[in-house]
C-alpha cells in the first residue's frame, strides 16, 4: 500500500453534519474542515436524504483524494456507499475512523482495522463489527468548533420498525457519565441533550430511573438546561409526574418532545413500538398539567397503513391541539438496514391532508405530513 503520510486530512463539511465532525475532529490531530472536495484524505458523514447528492459530488470531484464515509447512510448501505467510496466506517466511528487514517498514513494492513469496509479484487471486504464504545473516553464535542447538544445516551432497546438506531448503535442503551456532561455543559449556552429517550438516562431504557435523572439535572448549570426537547424527545410510558417535577425544578423549557407515531393501536403494534395509544393522551394530559406543551411526532404514510388508521392518528391530533399540545408530522422515509427499508409509504388520505393542512395554518401542526 502507498504510504500518504503527509497528506492532509479534512471533514466535508455540512451543516447537518457538525455533530458529527464535532465529535470526531478532536481525534484526528491537525485534521481540518472544508467545504467542498480537497486532496488528500477526505471524511463524510451523512443520512439517506443527502446521499445522492454527496455521490454526486464525489463521482464529479477532480481531486486526488482517499475518499472515507460513515454516519447512518454508509453503515447501511456499504456496497452502494462504496461505489464512489474507497472505505466505510460502518456504525461508530471514535475507534474505527482514528485506526484506520494510521494505517493509511503508515502503509499498515487496512484489513486488520475492525468496523470497515472496501473493496479488494471487485470483492467487498467487511472487517467486522466493534462492540459499542464507552461514551466516557472520547470527546462529546469540540469546545472550538461545537456549540450545540451533547450526546448523553446510545443505543435502544426497543426495535421500532422504522428506525436504525438500534442497527446504528445497538440495542444496549449506554451513558455518558454525569461528571463527563456537566463538564462539556460549561462550555454552552443553553444546554441541549442528544439521546433517544432522554427520560431513559441512567437506565436499561425500558424502566427510568427517576434518582440517575435527578443527579443528572443538579449537576447542571441551573435553568440553563433543556431537557427532553429537540433534538432529544421522550416516550410517552416514560412521562411521570416525579420527571415532569424535576424538569420544571432544574430546566429552562416550558415544552417536551414525545414520540407518538400513530394514533391507531394496530399500527403501533405493527411498527413495534411498544406502547400504547392510552400512553400518548396520558403523557400529553401529565405534561399539561405540569405546565408543558407536549410537542408529539406522528408519522403518517406506514407501510401497510389503512385510511381508518390515518383518521384514529387525525383524531388524536384534533383532541391533542385542542387540549392545547402541538404535533409535529413527518411522511414515511424508508430508511436503509431498518425492517421497513424496502417497503413503500401508504398513500395519504385527501381528507387526511387537507384537515392537517387547516391545523397547520392555524399553527396547531408542523412539518410534512404528505409526499406532495
Not at 435527578?214 to 447542571?220: G, N, P, T, V
Request: negative net charge; glycine residues 8%; aromatic residues 10%.
Amino acid at each position: 500500500m502507498e504510504i500518504i503520510k503527509n497528506n492532509p486530512i479534512n471533514f466535508r463539511y455540512f451543516k447537518k453534519n457538525m455533530q458529527s465532525i464535532a465529535v470526531l475532529l478532536p481525534l484526528l490531530p491537525g485534521a481540518d474542515i472544508a467545504e467542498k472536495p480537497h486532496d488528500g484524505i477526505m471524511i463524510y458523514s451523512f443520512s439517506s436524504p443527502q446521499s445522492e447528492s454527496i455521490f454526486r459530488e464525489v463521482k464529479q470531484s477532480k481531486t486526488s483524494s482517499i475518499y472515507i464515509a460513515g454516519g447512518p447512510h454508509p453503515s447501511s448501505r456499504p456496497e452502494e456507499t462504496l461505489q464512489y467510496f474507497d472505505y466505510v466506517v460502518v456504525g461508530e466511528g471514535e475507534e474505527t475512523l482514528p485506526e484506520l487514517i494510521r494505517a493509511l498514513q503508515n502503509g499498515g494492513d487496512i484489513s486488520s482495522v475492525k468496523g470497515i469496509a472496501f473493496k479488494e479484487n471487485d470483492r467487498i471486504v467487511y472487517t467486522g463489527k466493534r462492540d459499542g464504545i464507552d461514551l466516557d473516553r472520547y470527546p462529546a464535542f469540540d469546545p472550538d468548533i461545537m456549540h450545540s447538544t451533547i450526546e448523553i445516551t446510545r443505543g435502544c432497546p426497543f426495535a421500532c420498525a422504522y428506525c436504525s438506531t438500534p442497527q446504528l448503535f445497538g440495542h444496549r442503551m449506554r451513558h455518558r457519565s454525569i461528571d463527563v456532561i456537566a463538564k462539556y455543559a460549561q462550555f454552552l449556552g443553553d444546554v441541549r441533550f442528544t439521546s433517544p429517550n432522554a427520560f431513559a438516562y441512567g437506565s436499561d431504557g425500558r424502566h427510568p430511573v427517576p434518582e440517575k435523572i435527578e443527579a443528572l439535572l443538579k449537576a447542571l448549570p441551573y435553568k440553563r438546561a433543556f431537557f427532553g426537547t429537540f433534538p432529544s424527545e421522550v416516550r410517552p410510558e416514560f412521562i411521570s409526574d416525579r420527571l415532569l417535577e424535576l424538569v420544571s425544578d432544574y430546566c429552562a423549557n416550558t415544552t417536551l418532545n414525545m414520540g407518538g407515531q400513530s394514533g391507531s393501536q394496530r399500527m403501533l403494534d405493527m411498527i413495534n413500538r411498544g406502547h400504547t395509544v392510552e400512553d400518548i393522551v396520558s403523557g400529553a394530559e401529565k405534561c399539561l398539567s405540569h405546565g408543558f406543551t407536549p410537542v408529539v411526532d406522528f408519522i403518517f404514510g406506514l407501510p401497510y397503513e389503512t385510511e381508518d388508521d390515518q383518521h384514529e392518528t387525525l383524531k388524536l391530533i384534533k383532541w391533542l391541539t385542542g387540549k392545547g399540545a402541538k404535533v409535529h408530522s413527518h411522511y414515511f422515509m424508508p430508511l436503509p438496514g431498518t425492517p421497513f427499508e424496502n417497503l413503500v409509504p401508504a398513500p395519504l388520505s385527501g381528507e387526511v391532508d387537507r384537515i392537517m393542512g387547516e391545523l397547520a395554518l392555524h399553527g396547531k401542526v408542523t412539518g410534512i405530513w404528505s409526499k406532495a
